[in-house]
């Protein structure tokens, strides 16, 4: 596969559907507590995404090149060339409010001042 080395774990078929109770052993394992009706949605939105990796699985990818994206993508890099910057007196003097030769700001995330 290109170079590529994928690991793979196989577990066996997935059963047809998954149980209510595989659910709830998934959850308990997460640590969460889950109400009858979040179980129910839970146990069919993960029976929704399993059936949709059953398709994917039984797709015919021989052939097939490995991608990490579907279209060809390039950097647009410009050479790192100095440039002469903003003056720094000129750039503060246009600040609202300056501290210690530098931009003052409120405080961020309830920190103090």
Same mark, same amino acid.
């Given at each position: 596969?290109? $170079?590529?080395?994928? !690991? *793979?774990?196989? %577990? $066996? #078929? ?8 595989? %659910? ?5 394992? !997460?640590?969460? *507590?889950?109400? @009858? &009706?979040? /179980? &129910? ?8 995404? /399993? @059936?949709?990796?059953?398709? /994917?699985?039984?797709? &015919?990818? @021989? $052939?097939? +090149? +490995? *991608? !990490?994206?579907?279209? #060809? ?6 050479d790192d060339v100095a440039t002469p910057s903003l003056d720094r007196d000129e750039v503060l003097a246009a600040a609202p409010e300056i501290e210690s030769?530098?931009? +003052? %700001?409120? #405080? %961020? /995330? $309830?920190?103090? !001042?």
């Amino acid at each position: 596969m290109n $170079g590529v080395t994928v !690991a *793979t774990a196989y %577990v $066996g #078929p997935m059963p047809e559907r998954i149980s209510r109770e595989d %659910v709830a052993r998934i959850a308990q394992l !997460a640590r969460l *507590t889950l109400g @009858d &009706d979040e /179980l &129910d949605r839970f146990t069919s939105q993960l029976g929704d995404i /399993l @059936d949709h990796a059953r398709d /994917l699985a039984a797709l &015919d990818l @021989d $052939g097939v +090149a +490995a *991608t !990490a994206h579907p279209f #060809p993508l390039r950097n647009v890099m410009r050479d790192d060339v100095a440039t002469p910057s903003l003056d720094r007196d000129e750039v503060l003097a246009a600040a609202p409010e300056i501290e210690s030769h530098m931009f +003052a %700001v409120p #405080p %961020v /995330l $309830g920190e103090p !001042a």
